[in-house]
Nanobody, 113 residues
Framework: VQLQASGGGFVQPGGSLNLSCTAH????????VGWYRQAPGQQRELVAG???????NSVDSVKGRFSISRDNAKKTVYLQMDNLKEEDTAVYYC????????WGQGTQVTVSS
């Protein structure tokens, strides 16, 4: 199982980024996928997840600003992030939930003026 994430970068507060994560080596449509993030000195936290049936959830701090989606044909999960805030600065990790979690390599998101 391999997950390849991309889309991070530097953005000013109020800006947008779209993260993507493509899976290899699994039958993607059957599994729950999503995104965690880890800020310096903090524990990794769930940002948003989407089930194999398309149900999604997200942490309260990003509701109304972040949107998770998946394209099963492309084996890809997306995280559209709008109205970014400085506190969203973190390394973002995609995951797929099989009998255990598999992780992407992480992509840095920096929000700063």
């Amino acid at each position: 199982v391999q997950l390849q994430a991309s889309g991070g970068g530097f953005v000013q507060p109020g800006g947008s980024l779209n993260l993507s994560c493509t899976a290899h080596g699994i039958n993607f449509p059957f599994y729950n996928v999503g995104w965690y993030r880890q800020a310096p000195g903090q524990q990794r936290e769930l940002v948003a997840g989407i089930t194999s049936t398309g149900r999604s959830n997200s942490v309260d701090s990003v509701k109304g600003r972040f949107s998770i989606s998946r394209d099963n044909a492309k084996k890809t999960v997306y995280l559209q992030m709008d109205n970014l805030k400085e506190e969203d600065t973190a390394v973002y990790y995609c995951y797929v939930q099989l009998s255990t979690y598999y992780w992407g390599q992480g992509t840095q998101v920096t929000v700063s003026s």
